[in-house]
Nanobody
Framework: QVQLVESGGALVQPGGSLRLSCGANTTSLDYYSIGWFRQAPGKEREGVAC????????FYVDSVKGRFTISRDHTKGTVHLQMNNLQPEDAGIYYC???????????????????WGQGTQVTVSS
């Protein structure tokens, strides 16, 4: 079973940047659509961004457009989320999730993903 591992979460000041990474223990993520989700205390998990396999196509929720970038590192079979100009409302636990193999498109709907990491904490505070 594929297990995902996130890394890169940290405490950062408003306006700062972080780069999250997502990898798998037994396979390259190149073959799967990958989504990033986040959950703040007391709130439901929400989708942030995703990347498909072919094209590749990407999707971002409005609140992160222009600030976050999802990308693949094909040399390592990993997926990254570059987050710039972070704001307190971006804080939470960030999860990556594995979607469909060979997917030409993606969507940040949790039901479309079948494997999740344990999450990495992002704190935005001065």
């Amino acid at each position: 079973q594929v297990q995902l591992v996130e890394s890169g979460g940290a405490l950062v000041q408003p306006g700062g940047s972080l780069r999250l990474s997502c990898g798998a223990n037994t396979t390259s993520l190149d073959y799967y659509s990958i989504g990033w989700f986040r959950q703040a205390p007391g709130k439901e998990r929400e989708g942030v961004a995703c990347i498909s396999v072919t094209a590749p196509n990407t999707f971002y929720v409005d609140s992160v457009k222009g600030r976050f970038t999802i990308s693949r590192d094909h040399t390592k079979g990993t997926v990254h989320l570059q987050m710039n100009n972070l704001q307190p409302e971006d804080a939470g636990i960030y999860y990556c999730a594995k979607g469909s193999i060979g997917a030409p498109y993606c969507a940040v709907v949790p039901g479309g993903y079948d494997a999740w990491g344990q999450g990495t904490q992002v704190t935005v505070s001065s």
